[in-house]
């Protein structure tokens, strides 16, 4: 099982590398979007006007240069706040050995759980093929009871998400992650939140995700990690609570 999955990710990014197209770049340093995006010296400030611009396309690649990237809500398709809101079949990545300094970060809400009014996840994707690799993401929280993963909501196991670290997201489950295929990324510090005294399996770590050569560390919340067909395949888990 271990081999056939480390099969499938290295032809995966073998056709990445294949079928890459243009390359964008995003700078949180920068002042606005004024740029047009094609160079780290006409960066623009906002990934989510990179993704909206239409002259950025599936299997472009969106290079997300070192900063903290906390300014600016918007909405997916469900009218529900993120930070990011990837509609198109797009690489989002980091640079090489600087995930540490490139931070996508969530809103926590209103509320006594910061879950719901206010809250916003840090990433929300609604496309196939989508790769998010070598970012910080976290303080993502879900904008509803109801949603799940308040770090990462992906669409379905087409997207994946690379060499990433994800901490201190909190949802009503899956704090850190729903959905999608998890590579060499750690999850730290994500909790579930349910109100009141009520406490069911509801994985505090991911729902309906693949989780592939991954440590899961010190994340709390509920009496189990992973919910709901969710698949660990030769990760280190331990200190959770």
């Not at 719901?116 to 609604?126: D, F, K, L, P, Q």
């Amino acid at each position: 099982m271990i081999m056939k999955s480390s099969l499938v990710v290295a032809s995966f990014l073998l056709a990445g590398n294949i079928f890459a197209a243009n390359i964008w770049y995003a700078d949180a340093n920068k002042a606005d979007d004024a740029g047009d995006g094609k160079s780290p010296e006409t960066a623009r400030r906002h990934i989510q006007s990179l993704i909206d611009d239409e002259m950025v396309e599936n299997g472009d690649t969106i290079v997300v240069l070192p900063g903290t990237y906390d300014h600016e809500v918007t909405t997916d398709a469900n009218d529900y706040p993120a930070r990011v809101y990837v509609n198109k079949s797009l690489t989002i990545k980091g640079l090489d050995g600087r995930k540490g300094d490139t931070h996508i970060v969530g809103v926590k809400g209103n509320t006594a759980t910061g879950i719901g009014e206010g809250a916003a996840r840090a990433i929300s994707v609604n496309a196939d093929n989508v790769v998010i690799e070598g970012l910080t993401i976290r303080d993502g929280y879900a904008p509803a009871t109801s949603a799940y993963g308040g770090g990462v909501k992906f669409k379905n196991d087409t997207n994946w998400l690379i060499d990433c670290t994800v901490s201190n997201c909190v949802a009503y489950c899956a704090g850190a992650m729903a959905y999608g295929i998890a590579v060499r990324s750690l999850f730290a510090h994500n909790m579930t939140k349910r109100p009141g005294s009520e406490a069911k399996n509801y994985g505090v770590v991911a729902r309906n995700a693949t989780m592939l050569n991954c440590l899961v560390v010190r994340n709390s919340g509920s009496n189990c990690l992973f919910y709901y067909n969710s698949m660990i395949v030769n990760c280190t888990v331990a200190g959770n609570e």
